[in-house]
């Protein structure tokens, strides 16, 4: 019988023993989801606060100015590139959600993809809550699908085991029928000697009596 501490291991339980993988990754993909939609809405709040007037106004020095010029060509520029790419990751979250619940592989393995793409960035941005954010995000992930594919490898050996024993039954009714056919065979031509050896018989007591 297993124990608490056999079931409760970092591979089936996510932290060891908190809940099973499928509802990680679920539960991750939604924090993340949350997430990219605060940045999102940051986003473009701090963009229009970059390009208002009242922020032109802060600073009456020319080069302040042109430094502010300067981020609000750039703001316009990365803004719009860090929102679509924010899209992209909270699709990507969204397919891990709809693979996790639905228990397929692929969808599952695509939100895996964006959340080491996160870590990559992040690595990239020396952004250490980034960095650890996407390894505990990736790491349900990985698990769950090996889970997946030991489920399939265990459904696709069981298929063939029970075609198996199909097979072997058809082959044992078929060698039963060759067997009752044989028998029928030899009933006949045990009848067919016998017919044979009792026309033979009387042929040869007719010609006696002539």
Not at 195 to 203: A, E, F, M, P, V
Request: with cysteine; glycine share 6%; proline share 1%.
């Amino acid at each position: 019988m297993a124990t608490t501490e056999d079931n409760c291991n970092w591979s089936t339980k996510c932290c060891g023993c908190c809940c099973d993988m499928r509802q990680s990754v679920i539960a991750v993909n939604m924090i993340s989801i949350g997430m990219l939609v605060m940045a999102i809405v940051l986003q473009i709040v701090g963009f229009k606060f970059i390009n208002s007037s009242s922020f032109d106004t802060v600073f009456d020095d020319d080069t302040a100015k042109e430094t502010i010029n300067n981020i609000q060509d750039s703001a316009s520029v990365l803004v719009p590139v860090f929102i679509a790419v924010n899209i992209v990751f909270a699709i990507s979250n969204s397919l891990g959600i709809y693979g996790a619940y639905k228990n397929k592989i692929w969808p599952v393995v695509i939100s895996l993809g964006g959340h080491i793409a996160y870590f990559g960035i992040s690595v990239f941005m020396i952004d250490l809550v980034g960095i650890i954010l996407g390894l505990f995000f990736a790491y349900p992930h990985i698990f769950f699908i090996r889970e997946l594919k030991q489920k399939r490898n265990s459904t696709s050996s069981n298929g063939n085991a029970n075609a198996n024993v199909t097979d072997n039954v058809e082959m044992a009714e078929i060698g039963d029928d060759d067997v009752t056919v044989k028998e029928d065979f030899d009933d006949m031509s045990e009848i067919d000697v016998n017919h044979n050896y009792d026309d033979t018989k009387d042929i040869t007591v007719t010609a006696t009596i002539v």
